[in-house]
């Protein structure tokens, strides 16, 4: 059996969705973009979403409508996805790398407070997978120390934090739409905000600054998403609680096969609901390789999020932090095959798979 990594679920809706934007007279970013903002909003419960190309243009946006620049350091995990760093290299400010819990995956409050300096703006913890941070835990911190807070919640949409979903809080956060997440425009992202000001620069960084025809009042760039992805965009977030469901049904499985054998990701009590964009094992890291190589022998797709944590070939000569949890969750993670289009079948077999070679 074959079981691809992280299959994704497209239907004839989002065939003919694109088809009509494309026998329409408009086929980039324009009206349907906008309605795809507010289904957005509406299923969140944010004031304002704007749409992007991708959650890495949604991060850079974020920092630069806030100021966020040269001389500036931010605090960000190193257990992260790569773009969290370079967004804040984009922009000229200097990312801080801390540890994360061995435990959630995710960083605290605790973990940034050792590195905070005189020069620190921002702190941008990551939801891990799709595990929502503890937001009040951060929201007293920046409060506490005048930091602006921005979510990286590329991987969280459709996930609650105390029953309140992530984007809705009066901080802001960032969404990917990347064919691996939740629901996919195939590229692309959105900053979710209450804040109207912030809004519209972020509207205006998209699109090179223009606050009227050919009018540039702020720096940007050409962050524009298309009309034929936000359609698509539309009919994947109609049908978004179906995938988290259909997601955490697959997530119990893993859980309750395998549950003495490996190691998973812990739900904190605030954690009301996960959205499983990833779901990740823990296992020995002298036996991980040998773990994968059996795995993929037999139709399996894995992937590690993340090998090296941030400390990689471009980025070494910039970090000399020790950060023990973020360095031993990157030796033992794996990845197994989560998606909007995995069936039981495939999970079942993936477990299996996995009891015979563990045990």
């Known amino acids: 059996m074959q079981v691809p990594w992280s299959p994704v679920e497209f239907g004839k809706s989002e065939i003919d969705a694109a088809k009509e934007v ?3 007279t408009w086929v980039t970013q324009g009206k349907v973009t906008e309605e795809f903002e507010k289904d957005i909003s509406d299923y969140v419960g944010s004031k304002h979403a704007i749409v992007v190309n991708s959650g890495t243009s949604a991060l850079i946006s974020a920092l630069l409508a806030q100021g966020i620049g040269p001389g500036d350091e931010v605090l ?11 967004a804040i290299f984009a922009v000229g400010a200097k990312p801080i790398l801390v540890d994360s ?45 005048n930091l602006i807070f921005i979510e990286d919640a590329a991987e969280a949409l459709g996930s609650e934090y105390k029953g309140k979903r992530i984007g ?18 195939i590229e692309g992202g959105c900053i979710l905000t209450n804040d ?10 998209r699109n090179h600054g223009m606050a009227g025809r050919y009018e540039h009042k702020f720096f940007g760039l050409n962050f524009r998403i298309t009309d034929i992805q936000s359609a698509i965009g539309r009919v994947q977030i109609s049908k978004i609680d179906k995938f988290i469901e259909h997601r955490n049904k697959m997530a119990n499985i893993y859980r ?15 954690s009301t609901v996960h959205s499983y964009m990833l779901f990740g094992i823990l296992v020995d890291s002298n036996k991980r390789d040998s773990i994968i190589s059996k795995l993929n022998e037999k139709g399996i797709g894995t992937r590690i999020c993340w090998p090296h944590t941030i400390e990689q070939e471009y980025h ?3 970090f000399d932090s020790v950060l023990p949890n973020a360095e031993l969750l990157s030796q033992r993670i794996i990845n197994l095959p989560m998606g909007n289009a995995i069936t039981v079948e495939q999970v079942e077999y993936v477990c299996s798979i996995l009891k015979e070679v563990l045990s």
Do not use: W
């Not at 960000?76 to 370079?86: C, D, E, L, Q, Y």
């Not at 005189?118 to 007293?140: E, M, R, Y």
């Not at 809705?168 to 425009?185: D, E, G, Q, V, Y």
């Open 76 to 86: 960000v995990p190193s257990f992260t996805f790569i773009a969290s760093i370079n």
């Open 196 to 205: 109207d000001d912030l809004a519209e620069h972020c509207r205006s960084i």
């Open 316 to 318: 070494s000569e910039l």
């Open 22 to 24: 494309l026998e329409s």
């Open 101 to 145: 819990d061995a435990r959630t995956f995710n960083t605290n409050s605790d973990h940034m407070r050792k590195y905070l300096t005189k020069k620190t703006k921002a702190i941008l913890p990551v939801d891990v997978a799709g595990l929502s941070i503890d937001i009040d835990d951060f929201n007293n911190f920046a409060e506490e120390e």
């Open 168 to 185: 809705s809080f009066n901080h802001t956060s960032i969404f990917s739409f990347h064919m691996a997440k939740l629901a996919t425009t």
């Open 256 to 270: 309750k096969n395998l549950h003495n054998l490996v190691d998973f990701q812990h739900l904190p009590d605030y």
